[in-house]
């Protein structure tokens, strides 16, 4: 294997602390004795027992989960329609518009799609909510859903769908039973993306969002403004645990689908 040089190990070392050593220290202040977050005052836990306390912030919380399950769930499902649509679908008239339409929102400004969404939204008469939260964030991360089932289908290998056709299987049957299966790995990724992208979303959701439908990051932006407390290191330990544990849940997860996929169809080959 090739050695890395000096200037690598140097790059890297210095790129990895500078994103991750703010996320260290905001850990250790969030178990500090002291109100004041940068004066160290000994080791305390009552911080995350008011954080627990704070109805706004839990509050918040239900309303971003909500939104983000029910969004990412919407996307995945419209995402993979689409990305079916453009890698199955052929030539057809209008297939240029609708992947334009598609891949907009990648490269549209989040200010712009928000205030659109906003201006949508009044002009039907529809008030804001939860549900216009979840109609945003399905609007923008579907094409992340997209992007990552179409890579995944460009690969996958038409010879099952066919075995299955010629078995019997209608073309239904044979997506849901054959089609499905091995491109889950994909749809899971997916549907991780887009609940991410809408549990980090403040722009688009700051427009769509009403009084009674504060999401966690609103709140946290409204809260950082008149200075950062113990409590909000509190939680942003608690986020930062719990993305550390889907990510490497997802990761194992994905692993072994891709690898028992890999075995399926070494052996429905040699059946065959």
Same mark, same amino acid.
């Given at each position: 294997?090739?050695?890395?040089?000096?200037?690598?190990?140097?790059?890297?070392?210095?790129?990895?602390?500078?994103?991750?050593?703010?996320?260290?220290?905001?850990?250790?202040?969030?178990?500090?004795?002291?109100?004041?977050?940068?004066?160290?005052?000994?080791?305390?836990?009552?911080?995350?027992?008011?954080?627990?306390?704070?109805?706004?912030?839990?509050?918040?919380?239900?309303?971003?989960?909500?939104?983000?399950?029910?969004?990412?769930?919407?996307?995945?499902?419209?995402?993979?329609?689409?990305?079916?649509?453009?890698?199955?679908?052929?030539?057809?008239?209008?297939?240029?518009?609708?992947?334009?339409?598609?891949? =907009?929102? &990648?490269?549209?400004?989040?200010?712009?799609?928000? !205030? $659109? %969404?906003?201006? /949508?939204? +009044? #002009?039907?008469?529809?008030?804001?909510?939860?549900?216009?939260?979840?109609?945003?964030?399905?609007?923008?991360?579907?094409?992340?859903?997209?992007?990552?089932?179409?890579?995944?289908?460009?690969?996958?290998?038409?010879?099952?769908?066919?075995?299955?056709?010629?078995?019997?299987?209608?073309?239904?049957?044979?997506?849901?039973?054959?089609?499905?299966?091995?491109?889950?790995? =994909?749809? &899971?990724?997916?549907?991780?993306?887009?609940?991410? !992208? $809408? %549990?980090?979303? /403040?722009? +688009? #959701?700051?427009?769509?969002?009403?009084?009674?439908?504060?999401?966690?990051?609103?709140?946290?932006?409204?809260?950082?403004?008149?200075?950062?407390?113990?409590?909000?290191?509190?939680?942003?330990?608690?986020?930062?645990?719990?993305?550390?544990?889907?990510?490497?849940?997802?990761?194992?997860?994905?692993?072994?689908?891709?690898?028992?996929?890999?075995?399926?169809?070494?052996? =429905?080959?040699?059946?065959?």
């Amino acid at each position: 294997m090739r050695r890395m040089s000096w200037f690598n190990v140097t790059s890297l070392t210095f790129g990895l602390a500078f994103l991750y050593l703010p996320m260290l220290l905001l850990i250790i202040y969030s178990f500090n004795e002291s109100r004041l977050v940068t004066v160290w005052a000994g080791f305390s836990t009552k911080w995350y027992g008011e954080l627990f306390q704070n109805e706004a912030f839990l509050d918040a919380a239900l309303v971003t989960l909500k939104v983000g399950f029910f969004s990412a769930t919407v996307a995945t499902v419209l995402g993979t329609m689409a990305a079916w649509i453009l890698v199955r679908g052929g030539k057809f008239f209008g297939r240029t518009l609708f992947s334009g339409m598609i891949y =907009a929102p &990648l490269v549209m400004p989040e200010v712009i799609t928000g !205030l $659109s %969404l906003l201006l /949508l939204f +009044i #002009a039907i008469g529809m008030d804001r909510g939860v549900m216009t939260i979840v109609l945003a964030h399905t609007t923008f991360s579907m094409c992340y859903v997209s992007v990552v089932v179409s890579s995944r289908l460009v690969a996958f290998d038409k010879s099952m769908e066919e075995a299955a056709l010629d078995l019997g299987c209608t073309p239904a049957s044979a997506f849901f039973l054959v089609t499905l299966p091995l491109i889950a790995p =994909a749809v &899971l990724s997916g549907w991780l993306l887009a609940f991410t !992208l $809408s %549990l980090d979303d /403040l722009v +688009i #959701a700051s427009f769509a969002a009403g009084p009674s439908s504060t999401t966690l990051p609103i709140k946290i932006f409204s809260s950082v403004r008149l200075g950062v407390t113990p409590e909000i290191n509190a939680l942003s330990t608690i986020m930062i645990s719990i993305v550390a544990i889907g990510v490497i849940t997802a990761s194992l997860v994905t692993k072994q689908a891709i690898a028992r996929a890999k075995r399926d169809e070494q052996k =429905a080959i040699q059946d065959g």
